[in-house]
């Protein structure tokens, strides 16, 4: 119940009214009437309408009755009245709404007052009025006199009732034309069976008898004649003048018109529960469709149902009911039918269901995990939940001494799961707690994973040059080269692993030595150690990077690592360098190729140069070709000079320019000579044109002049040559050399034919 | 429900209930000052204004009179004057009768006034007893936005009905709104 319809049910019935739910509405009776008011209330919009039948029936909206409706909506506060054709009834309402208040009992006793007043002041007028019985001026003067007589309280005179068409008057009658005793005339306008008109049309045709009223207080001129306004239904179907105006039903032919019947409440329900009670006939409508053939079919549908259920019930049963009679019969039917034995993981299910969440709940899980992996993740989530702030320690409890392997191993990744692994220095912990519990195995599981945890995401430095003290085996090994990388740190990380070496051997050793190359803080000799020690295969692999980053960093410890004892290992190392081309292993080589004990060496060494094509490599590879020492080893010399022909011909000859240069010793000089002779290139025969000439002593002039000299017999080089004729000319004439003079006057002259 | 037996019998007495016009007239002037509305008394207890809620509403000339000798208090707003001498057609009057059918808070009617007729809309206020004030101001705001709204919504239909167009224009109307 509403809490404003509450209210007003309350307070109307406080008031003596009776009130009842009607409709999605309200009734009230109890009126001294007797004719039931109908109120709504929307509680959204907060407006109680009242409603209630004042004149009843009105068959024709005329436009009298429009002007006396008018007079009564302006004059009549609180209460307006409309036509309802539908009722064919006039009705009067009345209206409570407020925005911010509730109806106090004053508002709602108006409502209902209202329309009691009106249906005593104005219903009547308004009657007459409708029936043409009057005219709306009428109302003026009857409610002129009804505010004269100071009518305050209404309802204290005799009961007023709707009212109603039978209640026309007399002089109505007349103009009708109605003799007393004939048949009674209604509102609904003359009876069919004497085909009579419709009053509505009588009485145009009277209407002029009808004197011309005056004009109404406000009309000018006065209304329009009574005959000249053509009465209007709001269907606007002009009725046929044979027809009644009604357009509901009409009696039948000779059925006499009594008073309108209306349907009252009562007798719609006694008609309702009349019908109810009615016996229905039962007939059966399928007896004609049904045959033997379906009948039979239905029989055997039938037994065969219960046939069936009986098999069943038998199979399962069997030996419990009949002690094995019929094993045969249903021998290999029973199998299909066991016993429902419960399945035990179904039962193991509902045993952990049942278990108290805790430790033992998780053990159990960690251990045995249930198929179902959401009862599984069920259990293990409550189990953590009922653990609380112990949980963690719980697990590290269990990682560290569960003798179960799947138990550490699922403790470890719930441990990591809940996040406790980033903890800071969480997973050093729970590793030094395996370690003193009892030392992993090799490829233990747990340890594994903090380990590759650890080598993911390092630790600090000083965390893992703590942790060195207590790690053994694959743990301190991995720690170890954890603390084996250059950078920030470096120094310190080398100090600790310095200060390790003398405690360890063997392997151990060299994987601190290893570490402590990789620091780029150890010794000049670690690299030439490391490179002694695991030899010639290390260096291929894991060695090799630690090697060319030692060049960068380290080239002590390359030039080092160079003079290591054994030939083959000096050799992959000068390969190594020599692969990766860099400009920073030349001087390495060169030096090896200078002074390094084995012949092979140091022929791979150059051979090595060459291909690296190095013009930083052309002044050494020039040193060794005019090295007295090598100048019995023609296959020696032959790789030099092939390697030093493999460097770009351009970039030899700027090389060896530089070493023409007055500033540098002569016996240098005379090697870049005779390295430019060697070369037997245009870039080689121009620069001892240009500056091999002109080089101060007279010595290397000769020299010169003799490379040019036997040059000019290679055919490739003669144009070259000839490019020097002036300078050929030049030293011809002015040279302060005798000697050098006839040997350009002689190269000079093979060129041109005749003498400078 | 109660007893038949024990309740009184219902009395209708307007009068009593509706107050005396004095008080609610004075309410009603101090309510409209709250709402700062500038009125203009016309004699016999009856105030005029022109009120809009909004710049997006045309205002609407209402009228508070006291039709009766009682606090009921009538708010009269002007939809629109026939022309002097012209008689509100068939289908107006139609027309208005549907508005007073289907809008109960409202009543429609034509006003004959000095010089010709006016079709007005009106709402009726019912004093409250209870209260300090009989009338208080959001309900007279209430109720005059109201009457610029039907004058927005049926002013123009109800025009077009007297020139000629059927009664049926205004059901659109409130057809549309509905």
């Not at chain 1, 390697?643 to 000859?653: D, F, N, S, V, Y």
């Not at chain 2, 808070?105 to 004959?112: D, G, Q, R």
Request: proline share 6%; charged share 30%; glycine share 8%.
């Amino acid at each position: 119940m509403k809490s404003l319809e509450s209210a007003v049910i309350s307070e109307l019935e406080r008031q003596g009214l009776f009130v009842e739910h009607d409709r999605g509405g309200l009734q009230l009776s109890g009126l001294p009437d007797g004719d039931p008011i109908s109120i709504w209330v929307d509680e959204t919009e907060r407006v109680i309408r009242a409603e209630s039948t004042i004149c009843y029936p009105i068959d024709d909206f005329s436009p009298e009755l429009c002007r006396a409706m008018d007079y009564v909506n302006r004059t009549r506060a609180g209460v307006g009245v409309s036509y309802r054709e539908a009722n064919r009834s006039l009705v009067a309402s009345t209206a409570w709404t407020s925005p911010n208040r509730d109806p106090a009992p004053n508002q709602l006793h108006l409502l209902v007052g209202l329309l009691v007043q009106m249906k005593e002041r104005d219903a009547p007028g308004l009657m007459r009025v409708a029936e043409g019985d009057a005219g709306w001026e009428e109302l003026v003067d009857e409610g002129a006199s009804a505010t004269a007589s100071g009518l305050s309280s209404i309802g204290e005179g005799p009961a007023t009732k709707i009212i109603r068409g039978n209640d026309a008057t007399e002089r109505f009658r007349e103009l009708m034309g109605i003799a007393d005793g004939e048949g009674e005339l209604t509102s609904r306008g003359g009876t069919p069976a004497d085909e009579r008109p419709s009053a509505k049309w009588r009485r145009d045709s009277v209407a002029s008898e009808v004197a011309h009223r005056g004009a109404g207080a406000g009309y000018e001129g006065g209304g329009p004649a009574f005959d000249e306004i053509p009465t209007r239904k709001l269907d606007a179907a002009p009725p046929s003048s044979d027809a009644s105006t009604r357009r509901f039903d009409e009696p039948a032919a000779g059925e006499e018109h009594g008073e309108p019947k209306r349907l009252s409440r009562q007798a719609l329900q006694i008609a309702v529960s009349q019908t109810e009670n009615v016996e229905l006939k039962h007939y059966d409508y399928t007896a004609s469709r049904r045959s033997l053939g379906r009948r039979l079919l239905k029989f055997f549908g039938v037994v065969g149902a219960i046939g069936l259920v009986f098999f069943i019930f038998a199979s399962y049963y069997q030996n419990t009911l009949t002690g094995g009679a019929f094993q045969g019969l249903f021998g290999d039917f029973g199998d299909w039918f066991e016993s429902a034995t419960t399945d035990p993981a179904e039962e193991e299910a509902k045993r952990r269901d049942a278990m108290a969440a805790g430790l033992d709940l998780l053990i159990l899980e960690l251990d045995d995990p249930l198929p179902d992996a959401a009862a599984h993740e069920r259990h293990v989530a409550r189990s953590l939940e009922a653990l609380g702030d112990e949980a963690r320690a719980k697990l590290q409890d269990l990682v560290a001494r569960s003798a179960s392997a799947e138990v550490r191993r699922g403790a470890f990744s719930l441990w990591r799961a809940e996040g406790y692994s980033r903890r800071p220095g969480a997973r050093l912990a729970l590793l030094e707690r395996l370690h003193a519990e009892t030392p992993p195995a090799e490829g233990d599981p747990v340890a594994r994973g903090l380990l590759s945890s650890l080598r993911e995401q390092p630790p600090e430095d000083p965390e893992l040059i703590e942790a060195l003290g207590w790690a053994e085996g694959p743990t301190w090994r991995t720690f170890v080269k954890l603390l084996g990388r250059p950078g920030d740190g470096a120094e310190a990380r080398a100090e600790a692993l310095t200060a390790w070496r003398p405690k360890v051997e063997g392997e151990e050793a060299l994987l601190v030595l290893e570490a402590l190359v990789r620091t780029e803080h150890g010794p000049a000799a670690g690299l030439r150690q490391l490179i002694a020690a695991r030899g010639v295969e290390w260096l291929g692999g894991a060695g090799e990077a630690l090697a060319l980053r030692a060049l960068e960093s380290r080239p002590d410890a390359v030039a080092e690592a160079l003079e290591v004892e054994d030939d083959e290992v000096r050799l992959a190392l000068v390969e190594l360098l020599a692969d990766e081309g860099e400009a920073a292993a030349v001087p390495h080589l060169a030096e090896v190729v200078r002074g390094d004990p084995s012949r092979r060496v140091r022929m791979r060494t150059v051979r090595a140069l060459g291909n690296m094509r190095a013009p930083g490599a052309t002044w050494p590879l020039a040193v060794e070709l005019t090295r007295e020492a090598n100048a019995e080893d023609s296959q020696l010399l032959d790789e030099l000079l092939i390697a030093l022909r493999k460097i770009p011909g351009e970039q030899t000859a700027a090389e060896l320019r530089e070493h023409l240069s007055a500033e540098t010793p002569p016996k240098q000089r005379y090697f870049a000579v005779k390295t430019l002779e060697q070369l037997e290139t245009a870039d080689a025969v121009l620069v001892l044109i240009q500056d091999g000439l002109d080089d101060a002593d007279e010595r290397l002039r000769r020299a010169a002049l003799a490379a040019l000299s036997r040059l000019q017999g290679v055919a490739t080089l003669k144009s070259t040559i000839d490019q020097g004729l002036s300078e050929f000319r030049r030293i011809a004439r002015n040279d302060e050399s005798e000697q050098v003079r006839a040997m350009a006057g002689r190269i000079y002259k093979r060129i041109t034919g005749h003498d400078p | 429900m109660p007893d038949p037996a024990q309740q009184d019998v219902f009395v209708a007495d307007v009068a009593k209930h509706a107050g005396e016009a004095l008080r609610v007239y004075n309410d009603l002037r101090g309510a409209l000052r709250e709402l700062d509305v500038r009125t203009q008394e016309v004699g016999n207890r009856e105030l005029t204004t022109d009120f809009t809620p909004s710049p997006s509403y045309e205002p609407i000339t209402v009228r508070f009179l006291f039709p009766e000798a009682h606090g009921l208090v009538a708010a009269e707003g002007l939809l629109f004057a026939l022309p002097p001498g012209e008689e509100p057609t068939e289908d107006l009057r139609i027309g208005l009768n549907y508005l007073n059918q289907e809008l109960g808070t409202f009543s429609f009617y034509v006003a004959p006034v000095e010089g010709g007729s006016e079709v007005v809309v009106r709402q009726d206020l019912l004093p409250n007893l209870n209260q300090r004030s009989s009338l208080h101001p959001r309900e007279i705001k209430h109720a005059m936005t109201g009457l610029c709204a039907q004058k927005a919504i049926f002013a123009g239909p109800l025009q077009r009905v007297q020139e000629g167009h059927s009664w049926r224009f205004v059901k659109e109307a409130l057809k549309a709104i509905r």
